[in-house]
């Protein structure tokens, strides 16, 4: 009888000890092979050096152009403070759209009280001035629940 029992435990504890072990999910996949790192070769490098001192040639040109523009009408250059940075990003044509927000219903005979537009729960607004944006303290979903006092 005892062999038996022993038996059985050491299967059970084998079993344990197995499933234990962390399964690999990725066993079965192929591994993927990364692409090698492009070398330029000297002609390669030499081109690509060559270009990068003609745009820097044709940048300093325009700044001097523009610096003797600035000067030839007897006005001094333009002076801008060593300490900021300035760069020449293109400025957005059309203006930033704003988002437009929903506006709240009032509640029937319970004044300073509107229904949300987003659950349609009841929300206290008293003492708040008509087309507040305020945020529904109510809203559980992505982002912030925000809506217009009507």
């Given at each position: ?16 000890l ?13 591994p ?11 002609a390669?490098?030499?081109k ?74 009841v ?24 809506f217009?006092?009507?």
């Open positions: 009888m005892n062999s038996h029992l022993l038996t059985g435990f050491t299967a059970l504890g084998c079993i344990l197995a499933s234990c072990h962390p399964y690999n999910e990725n066993q079965d996949k192929k993927v092979k990364q692409p090698e790192p492009k070398t330029l070769t000297a390669e490098q030499k690509a050096k060559e270009e990068r001192d003609s745009m820097k040639q044709k940048e300093a040109a325009k700044k001097t152009e523009g610096q003797d523009l600035a000067g030839a009408g007897g006005m001094p250059p333009e002076t801008t403070p060593s300490t900021s940075t300035t760069t020449d990003l293109p400025k957005p044509t059309t203006p930033e759209k704003k988002p437009e927000y929903k506006f709240a219903s009032k509640v029937p005979g319970k004044e300073g009280f509107v229904f949300s537009p987003y659950n349609n729960k929300v206290d607004v008293r003492d708040i001035p008509s087309g507040t944006l305020v945020q529904d303290p109510t809203y559980t979903g992505e982002g912030k629940g925000y217009r006092v009507p």
